[in-house]
């Protein structure tokens, strides 16, 4: 897995509003490492990470509890939500037998969300940082242990339910940092430095992913080239692999008919 290059300080400012705060909203668009951060703020941090990544569909019971699928009476199985609120850290140690220090639920794309889930994370978010579980009638609450963190795209305008932009309310709840890709001149040293490829070439694949991501803001692709990607291609033009089989490659990260003008991109860009 790819270390996190914090060129930005993300994680110092993070880390202190998750201390004071308790609750983050990570806004930046796809690539630029939103969730990278959280995993690697809980691994050098000693916080048990729990996570899901929201989709139009999740629901309410999902995160919660939903009905066993042995179908015993009674029985609930325990979604992501209720396991965080269920942790105790200083009970669950971890694979260096040490109590964790902290436990964090994030949520990836809430954008995605419903209104039925916005409406939960409200009672979690404030004051009350509580929630009630509605097949048992019990109360779950939060410490000051349990953190919660939510994440946006800014760009997939189409997914948002509109809920999070509407509710200025849940907003203030949150302390939000915007987060950017790497500036081209550190992506090319990254590359440089971490595969040994040439300078040349790294300039010109962090152009040709920039080309992308402007592409992707304005709605001309469905997605982006990220540093894991351009990582990935370094590698294989230090390995031999020629510029062109390595361009095919990148468009097959985008849908069929956006292949051409990934191509015209790359061309642009050397």
């Known amino acids: 897995m790819m270390s996190y290059l914090d060129e930005k300080g993300y994680a110092e400012l993070f ?5 004071n705060v308790g609750n983050v ?14 995993h690697h703020y809980c691994k050098t941090n000693n916080i048990l990470l729990f996570e899901i990544s929201l989709t139009a569909e999740t629901t309410r019971a999902e995160l919660l509890a939903s009905p066993s699928p042995t179908g015993d009476s009674g029985e609930l199985r325990q979604g992501i939500v209720m396991q965080w609120l269920d942790t105790n850290p200083a009970r669950v140690a971890n694979e260096d037998g040490r109590l964790y220090d902290g436990v964090l639920c994030y949520w990836d794309g809430f954008n995605y969300a419903s209104p039925g889930i916005t409406a939960l994370l409200e009672s979690l978010a404030d004051f009350r940082g509580m929630v009630r579980i509605s097949e048992t009638g019990e109360v779950r ?5 349990h953190y ?3 994440s946006m795209n800014p760009s997939e305008k189409s997914a948002y339910g509109g809920t999070f932009q509407m509710n200025a309310a849940l907003r203030r709840r949150f ?4 987060m950017g890709w790497l500036d081209p001149a550190a992506e090319t040293s ?10 040349g070439f790294a300039r010109a694949v962090v152009e040709f992913a920039n080309r992308t991501r402007e592409a992707y803001r304005s709605g001309r692709l469905s997605t982006v080239l990220t540093t894991g990607n351009l990582l990935n291609y370094a590698k294989l033009y230090k390995d031999g692999m020629d510029e062109e089989t390595i361009v095919r490659i990148a468009s097959n990260q985008f849908r069929e008919e956006e292949a051409t003008s990934v191509r015209e991109l790359w061309h642009g860009a050397r």
Do not use: A, H, M, P
């Not at 880390?15 to 201390?19: A, C, N, V």
């Not at 302390?175 to 915007?178: A, F, L, N, S, Y």
């Open 25 to 38: 909203c990570l806004i930046g668009e796809s690539g630029c490492g939103k969730t990278q951060l959280v």
């Open 190 to 199: 990254l590359l440089v430095d971490r595969t040994g490829v040439s300078f």
């Open 148 to 150: 919660l963190v939510i």
């Open 141 to 145: 609450r939060r410490t000051d242990r």
């Open 15 to 19: 880390g202190k509003l998750l201390r």
């Open 175 to 178: 302390e939000t940092i915007r």
